[in-house]
Every structure is written in C-alpha cells, then in structure tokens.
C-alpha cells in the first residue's frame, strides 16, 4: 500500500467535508467522493472533477485510502457496514480514516471489522471551524499504528498543520472529546460572559472587542466571533443538537474512565435546555440568545414575585 499511488475516497460532504475533500481534489489525491444526500456530492463532483459514488461500496472499491467525516456513530455505521457499504467492496490493505468525532466503542469495532478483512483502521479527528479546514490548517489528532500513518500523510498533509500521533487506535478519538470538554467550555463561557456584559448595558459588538483583546481571548473566541455578534446573520457552522451528542459522549467516556467533569455536565444541560427551547438546528453560539431569552423570563418572574 505504502508504494502505490494514493487513491482516496472521501465519504461525508457537509460543512466540514466539503473543504477538506476539496483540498485533496486540488492536490490531485481524490478519486472519488459519496454522500448521503447525492445532489451534494454531484455538485461537488461537478465542481472538482472528482467521480461520484452512488454507494459506499461504489466508493471502497475505487480507491485504498477512504476517509469519513460523518455526523456520529450510527452515520459512521452505515458507511462501513451498512447496506452497500464499505465492507461490500473493501479490498485488502485499505487504510480508511475515520475522521468524525464518535465513541471509543465506535472506533474499536471498526477496527475488529477492517482487520477481517484485512484492512486497517486511523481514528484522526479534527479540531477547529469551517474556516480552517478551507485553509488547511486544522489540527489532526491521530490514533493507530504508525505505519498506517505514514501510509497517509500525503493526503492528511494537505487537509491540516498540525498532525499529532497519541497511540494506539481510539486515542484520537479520546483526545478529540477531550479538546471538545474544552471548545464546549468554552462557548459556555463566552455566551455568559457577553450577555452579563449586554445585561449591565454594553454594547455587545463592544463588549466581544474586549473579551478578544483580553486573557480569555482563545483562538476559539476569535474564529467564532461573528457567530456571536451576529447570531441572525451568522452561518450555521455547528448545529447544538451535534453538540448535544458530543457532550453525551464526553460525558460517557468519562464515566467509562471513573472521571467527573463537573463543567461538561452543566454544559450538557444548558444546551439541552436551548435544545427544548427550540434551538436544536441553531449554531452553538446561539446558547447567549437562549440565555438572553431565559434572562428575560427570570426577571420577568422575579418582578411577578416581588
């Protein structure tokens, strides 16, 4: 596999899928593309010359590296073993990148269902927004053997900056919800932060000025702030009902491992309350909107009370 030409199959075309599959297009590393919704990937396909699949078996056997970046376990599922999936048309010595953010369980029996075949597993998700995967620069967290790795530098060279081996497979799953207990802690954060600071009569547009010049001023705050300034205008980058999954699987790896994570938790249930509200396709920044609203019910009660 090492000495053949790189013919990659990418599977998931949704707003983080479509920049990076159109980076490898560009450096002349994809065979071909499938997504679920088809008339997605035919525009894509129209735009990049990529060939389409019409199955993910169509997809295994055109090429032996396949890369997915899908919605969560059961998405992930399909793809590989699902009806027409990979596992129909797979051929011996594929590398498949599994690149979504899923559970450990997930990772593992991927790679007890490749080894039968014998093909071999990555787990390599991805931190950062829509922006930086366009521009390449998305930080890679990589779990498996590190021949396989090596194998697929080429193609995963040209969809991130920054590429970390942590071990064995299911360790870039492990380091993905890990980076993730952080981001979500983080949006938490700056949605209290800036509707306090609306509460107390700044200007919200001034009040993200300061929280982007200051101490809490992540990389995240940064690449998110249109999000939060803008909510009715911004583009939807992360639905809060993914979030909520995310968070679900933090919270079970956690308990897996015998950890309490105190802020997770309360994370998870701020957006499962923005969730019921109505919020469940909105981007996670609109979190400060539920709490704008929720503020405005609390004072309302409170004067009700009084």
Known sequence: MAEQPLRVGFAGLGLMGVPMARNLAAADLLEAVYNRTRSRAADFALETGADLCSTPAELAARANVLITMVADDAASWE??????????AIRPGTIAVQMSTVSLGHVERLAELLGRHGCSLLDV?????????????????????????????????VLGSKLFHLGPQG???????????????????????????????IDRLRAYEVLAASAAAAPF??????????????????????????????IEFAAELGQTLPQTELN????????????????????????RRDGRRTVTSRKETA
């Open 268 to 291: 998870a249930e701020v957006v499962a309350a923005a969730i019921a509200e109505g919020f469940a396709e909105s981007d996670v920044a609109l979190v400060a909107e539920y709490l």
């Open 79 to 88: 793809i590989f073993a699902g009806p027409d999936g990979f596992l129909e």
């Open 125 to 157: 998700p991805v931190s950062g927004s829509v922006a930086m995967a366009e521009q390449a620069t998305l930080a890679l967290m990589a779990g498996g053997a590190g021949a396989d790795l090596e194998a697929v530098r080429p193609a995963l060279a």
């Open 171 to 201: 360790f870039g799953a492990a380091m993905k919800l890990a980076v993730n207990a952080v981001v979500y802690g983080l949006n938490g954060a700056v949605a209290e932060g800036l509707v306090l600071a609306e509460r107390a009569g």
């Open 221 to 250: 705050v940064h690449y998110r702030r249109s999000a939060f300034e803008r909510p009715e205008e911004a583009p939807v980058a992360l639905r809060l009902e993914l979030a909520a999954k995310d968070l679900d699987l933090i």
